[in-house]
């Protein structure tokens, strides 16, 4: 952990990047922060954008704000199987192709509506035993877990449970029997 | 130097030694102190005092790494405890890793463990129901194990005494298989537990009960609790990370700090005990001998008695690797039947449902306890084919929850505005009593060795056939009260989960009326060596179906006055 912090701290200084040395990516830089995964620095930078759209900034800050793909990374690379971060890192891998060949252009260049498309109908995409297939489901995998976080890492932020909807380590008496009818919370708009 | 050597025996005696610090050996000790007895007690794990030693009590979810979640290296290198539900980012330095104190598995068993000042008591779930004599005299009626040496009577006074300090929160329900207590006001059931509490009622005719689980959580006479240094329960959920309040009962926030000061009481943590000396001249134990866990040093203390309390499995491991001439198969183990009868907890299974009804209701707020089902099998007759019964959990729960199969600003607006209530859940877990066993049994490995070259321990405990038809029986009667109640979509498991998960182990230790068939008497000695008394899960002789240790809480006590009446002898 100490590692980690070290790691995005000399990021900082040094403009965003650590190098290490890779024979798999000659010309993107892996970054060391996320030591079980073979992600580079555009690669994350996809991700900001993919987690953008799923959750946009607006009236109040979206994922990108909240550092949200380096916490997808951090889950990845800490909490899932070998098997599955090889899915997931494939899934990411393969994301940029499939966007070419299904919409068109590179994700970057596609409008907010078409992004959100691409994203919705990745994640319903269904595998077979065909390298196609495969490529499918690890997309779909990819999005899916890219979902997931996405959504657990903007709602479990700091931002979010200080600013936006506190959270109460002191939740107050229970009640067994409140009327849903008599809660009134005013709405938030995003 | 001879000297120097007389005075650090003489800084090395105490007038009595618990060998641990959890529920029952915390107890031991501030009644021990408390009728002024110096004591040493005695922990193998790092000290962890109330307030300071709490690293995530305040940690807002944000604050923790992975959200709660362990890694996937801790998990595949401790499969174990892994297992365990609380073993979660905010807990896990309470828990024994497996790579840490590995013990051999001739079965699966699921060891859980907690070692450090308090031991178990910061991570227990503070459920304390207490034993009729229905549970006492189970083994003489239906014939197994032997017949417990002592009844509600011999024990009844001790319960009150532990739960007035102790603090727990119930309401007199009046049931004769869970007798009242001394209740701080109770934790209200919700609207749909009630519904359900007063439909078995109706469609069982007052045999079968759902009450509020009594729980050791301060609510109310806080005036009385404040002496302690503890204040009201905060319905925070997060007990497992030791609480800033004291709300519930711990070692830490009540027994241990109240023992300290009397003045009588000395702790010395890191201190992983080998065995218990056996004076053969005199014919008792005079003393514990200790390997520093850091150390590896050997350091002994002496004392006039000694209170075994080091958790179930660990008190038989003491006892079975005390050997001396007189004792060359375990200390007081006259009978062979020192680590015999181990049994534990059936909590394999498990029922749920959703209920359509109540439906413009929810909660708020938090609680720390739920439902609660005593036994109503085979209590005041044999009814199945299976011996005994079990108790179950229970709880109503709903929420209002986001949708989020969208994307962008409108999934962005349904989570920050959740407002979807689907139907209440409803879920039940089973806590079956299981038959102690000859065959079932804790052993001393052979050849393996910690790393203070203190034998493994052996683990051969299992279910039977009486345990699968209990839980058959538990998933066709919760299913049928369940559909009676009008609850639907109604799902069953059976995890098939290994023994000791349910972290309910007992026995190997237990007592009986004679020394033939038991290890310990009516007060807790050791028949052959009286002045060692073990009061923890260890001198279980049937393990009944509640949550064991406000039992151990009440042995406990009552064993440390014992001890003590008999000294002025």
Same mark, same amino acid.
């Given at each position: 952990?100490?590692?980690?912090?070290?790691?995005?701290?000399?990021?900082?200084?040094?403009?965003?990047?650590?190098?290490?040395?890779?024979?798999?990516?000659?010309?993107?830089?892996?970054?060391?922060?996320?030591?079980?995964?073979?992600?580079?620095?555009?690669?994350?930078?996809?991700?900001?954008? =993919?987690?953008?759209?799923?959750?946009?900034?607006?009236?109040?800050?979206?994922?990108?704000?909240?550092?949200?793909?380096?916490?997808?990374?951090?889950?990845?690379?800490?909490?899932?199987?070998?098997?599955?971060?090889?899915?997931?890192?494939?899934?990411?891998?393969?994301?940029?192709?499939?966007?070419?060949?299904?919409?068109?252009?590179?994700?970057?260049?596609?409008?907010?509506?078409?992004?959100?498309?691409?994203?919705?109908?990745?994640?319903?995409?269904?595998?077979?035993?065909?390298?196609?297939?495969?490529?499918?489901?690890?997309?779909?995998?990819?999005?899916?877990?890219?979902?997931?976080?996405?959504?657990?890492?903007?709602?479990?932020?700091?931002?979010?449970?200080?600013?936006?909807?506190?959270?109460?380590?002191?939740?107050?008496?229970?009640?067994?029997?409140?009327?849903?009818?008599?809660?009134?919370?005013?709405?938030?708009?995003? | 130097?001879?000297?120097?050597?007389?005075?650090?025996?003489?800084?090395?005696?105490?007038?009595? =030694?618990?060998?641990?610090?959890?529920?029952?050996?915390?107890?031991?000790?501030?009644?021990?102190?408390?009728?002024?007895?110096?004591?040493?007690?005695?922990?193998?794990?790092?000290?962890?005092?109330?307030?300071?030693?709490?690293?995530?009590?305040?940690?807002?979810?944000?604050?923790? *790494?992975?959200?709660?979640?362990?890694?996937?290296?801790?998990?595949?290198?401790?499969?174990?405890?892994?297992?365990?539900?609380?073993?979660?980012?905010?807990?896990?330095?309470?828990?024994?890793?497996?790579?840490?104190?590995?013990?051999?598995?001739?079965?699966?068993?699921?060891?859980?463990?907690?070692?450090?000042?308090?031991?178990?008591?910061?991570?227990?779930?503070?459920?304390?129901?207490?034993?009729?004599?229905?549970?006492?005299?189970?083994?003489?009626?239906?014939?197994?194990?032997?017949?417990?040496?002592?009844?509600?009577?011999? =024990?009844?006074?001790?319960?009150?005494?532990?739960?007035?300090?102790?603090?727990?929160?119930?309401?007199?329900?009046?049931?004769?298989?869970?007798?009242?207590?001394?209740?701080?006001?109770?934790?209200?059931?919700?609207?749909?537990?009630?519904?359900?509490?007063?439909?078995?009622?109706?469609?069982?005719?007052?045999?079968?009960?759902?009450?509020?689980?009594?729980?050791?959580?301060?609510?109310?006479?806080?005036?009385?609790?404040?002496?302690?240094?503890?204040?009201?329960?905060?319905?925070?959920?997060?007990?497992?990370?030791?609480?800033?309040?004291?709300?519930?009962?711990?070692?830490?926030?009540?027994?241990?700090?109240?023992?300290?000061?009397?003045?009588?009481?000395?702790?010395?943590?890191?201190?992983?005990?080998?065995?218990?000396?056996?004076?053969?001249?005199?014919?008792?134990?005079?003393?514990?001998?200790?390997?520093?866990?850091?150390?590896?040093?050997?350091?002994?203390?002496?004392?006039?008695?000694?209170?075994?309390?080091?958790?179930?499995?660990?008190?038989?491991?003491?006892?079975?690797?005390?050997?001396?001439?007189?004792?060359?198969?375990?200390?007081?183990?006259?009978?062979?039947?020192?680590?015999?009868?181990?049994?534990?907890?059936?909590?394999?299974?498990?029922?749920?449902?959703?209920?359509?009804?109540?439906?413009?209701?929810?909660?708020?707020?938090?609680?720390?306890?739920?439902?609660?089902?005593?036994?109503?099998?085979?209590?005041?007759?044999?009814?199945?084919?299976?011996?005994?019964?079990?108790?179950?959990?229970?709880?109503?729960?709903?929420?209002?929850?986001?949708?989020?199969?969208?994307?962008?600003?409108?999934?962005?607006?349904?989570?920050?505005?959740?407002?979807?209530?689907?139907?209440?859940?409803?879920?039940?877990?089973?806590?079956?009593?299981?038959?102690?066993?000859?065959?079932?049994?804790?052993?001393?490995?052979?050849?393996?060795?910690?790393?203070?070259?203190?034998?493994?321990?052996?683990?051969?405990?299992?279910?039977?056939?009486?345990? *699968?038809?209990?839980?058959?029986?538990? =998933?066709?009667?919760?299913?049928?009260?369940?559909?009676?109640?009008?609850?639907?979509?109604?799902?069953?498991?059976?995890?098939?989960?290994?023994?000791?998960?349910?972290?309910?182990?007992?026995?190997?230790?237990?007592?009986?009326?004679?020394?033939?068939?038991?290890?310990?008497?009516?007060?807790?000695?050791?028949?052959?060596?009286?002045?060692?008394?073990?009061?923890?899960?260890?001198?279980?002789?049937?393990?009944?179906?509640?949550?064991?240790?406000?039992?151990?809480?009440?042995?406990?006590?009552?064993?440390?006055?014992?001890?003590?009446?008999?000294?002025?002898?």
């Amino acid at each position: 952990m100490n590692r980690r912090i070290a790691l995005r701290h000399l990021a900082l200084i040094s403009g965003g990047l650590v190098l290490i040395p890779s024979c798999d990516f000659s010309s993107d830089d892996i970054l060391a922060a996320y030591e079980n995964l073979k992600v580079t620095a555009s690669q994350k930078a996809l991700l900001g954008v =993919i987690s953008d759209t799923i959750i946009p900034a607006g009236e109040i800050k979206g994922a990108l704000n909240l550092e949200v793909p380096d916490f997808i990374l951090v889950m990845v690379n800490d909490c899932f199987t070998k098997e599955n971060q090889d899915k997931f890192t494939a899934g990411l891998a393969a994301f940029p192709t499939y966007s070419l060949k299904i919409a068109g252009k590179k994700f970057d260049a596609l409008s907010v509506k078409e992004k959100e498309e691409l994203i919705l109908n990745g994640t319903k995409l269904e595998g077979d035993e065909t390298p196609e297939g495969k490529e499918r489901a690890n997309i779909s995998y990819f999005l899916n877990s890219t979902k997931r976080f996405t959504i657990q890492g903007y709602m479990a932020s700091e931002y979010i449970q200080t600013e936006i909807i506190p959270y109460s380590l002191i939740p107050g008496e229970y009640n067994g029997a409140v009327l849903i009818s008599d809660l009134q919370k005013p709405r938030i708009n995003g | 130097m001879a000297n120097l050597n007389i005075r650090s025996k003489q800084e090395r005696t105490y007038q009595a =030694i618990v060998i641990g610090s959890g529920i029952s050996g915390s107890w031991a000790a501030k009644e021990l102190c408390d009728l002024g007895v110096k004591t040493l007690m005695i922990e193998r794990g790092r000290n962890v005092e109330h307030g300071k030693d709490y690293p995530t009590t305040t940690m807002l979810p944000y604050e923790f *790494e992975h959200r709660g979640q362990i890694p996937q290296k801790i998990q595949e290198e401790n499969p174990v405890i892994s297992r365990c539900y609380a073993f979660r980012e905010d807990a896990m330095h309470f828990f024994v890793k497996d790579t840490e104190h590995p013990y051999v598995q001739e079965k699966p068993f699921d060891w859980i463990r907690g070692y450090q000042v308090g031991g178990k008591s910061l991570l227990w779930a503070r459920q304390v129901q207490r034993w009729s004599d229905f549970d006492f005299e189970g083994p003489a009626r239906d014939g197994f194990a032997v017949d417990w040496p002592i009844r509600y009577k011999d =024990i009844e006074k001790w319960y009150s005494h532990v739960e007035k300090f102790a603090g727990v929160s119930g309401f007199k329900d009046g049931i004769d298989t869970l007798p009242d207590g001394e209740f701080l006001p109770g934790y209200e059931l919700n609207v749909v537990e009630k519904y359900f509490a007063e439909q078995l009622k109706k469609q069982y005719g007052g045999d079968r009960h759902m009450i509020s689980a009594r729980c050791a959580h301060i609510h109310g006479n806080a005036e009385y609790y404040a002496a302690q240094g503890r204040t009201l329960c905060q319905n925070r959920n997060l007990c497992q990370r030791g609480c800033p309040f004291g709300g519930y009962f711990s070692s830490n926030s009540s027994t241990i700090p109240w023992a300290l000061k009397t003045g009588n009481l000395t702790i010395r943590p890191d201190a992983v005990v080998h065995s218990i000396i056996y004076d053969e001249e005199k014919g008792k134990a005079k003393g514990v001998r200790i390997v520093d866990r850091l150390t590896k040093e050997t350091e002994e203390f002496y004392a006039d008695v000694i209170f075994l309390n080091a958790a179930a499995i660990n008190s038989n491991l003491v006892l079975l690797n005390s050997t001396s001439t007189r004792f060359p198969n375990g200390l007081g183990n006259d009978s062979g039947l020192l680590g015999k009868y181990v049994a534990f907890h059936n909590y394999r299974a498990g029922v749920s449902a959703q209920y359509e009804g109540h439906s413009e209701y929810t909660t708020s707020g938090g609680r720390p306890t739920s439902g609660y089902f005593p036994r109503f099998r085979n209590v005041y007759k044999q009814e199945t084919d299976f011996l005994r019964g079990y108790a179950a959990g229970f709880s109503a729960n709903r929420g209002a929850r986001s949708n989020s199969d969208g994307i962008g600003l409108e999934l962005k607006n349904n989570l920050l505005n959740p407002d979807q209530y689907g139907l209440w859940s409803v879920g039940s877990h089973m806590m079956g009593e299981t038959i102690p066993k000859e065959s079932n049994y804790v052993a001393l490995d052979p050849s393996l060795k910690d790393e203070w070259g203190i034998p493994q321990l052996k683990i051969s405990v299992d279910y039977d056939d009486n345990d *699968e038809k209990m839980v058959k029986d538990y =998933i066709e009667q919760m299913s049928e009260m369940f559909t009676k109640a009008g609850f639907v979509n109604i799902q069953t498991r059976d995890d098939h989960r290994a023994p000791g998960l349910d972290i309910h182990e007992m026995g190997g230790v237990r007592m009986g009326r004679d020394p033939k068939t038991s290890m310990l008497n009516a007060n807790h000695q050791l028949h052959a060596v009286p002045n060692v008394y073990v009061t923890d899960g260890a001198s279980m002789t049937s393990t009944s179906t509640q949550n064991p240790s406000l039992t151990y809480m009440a042995f406990a006590a009552r064993a440390a006055h014992h001890a003590v009446a008999e000294s002025k002898k």
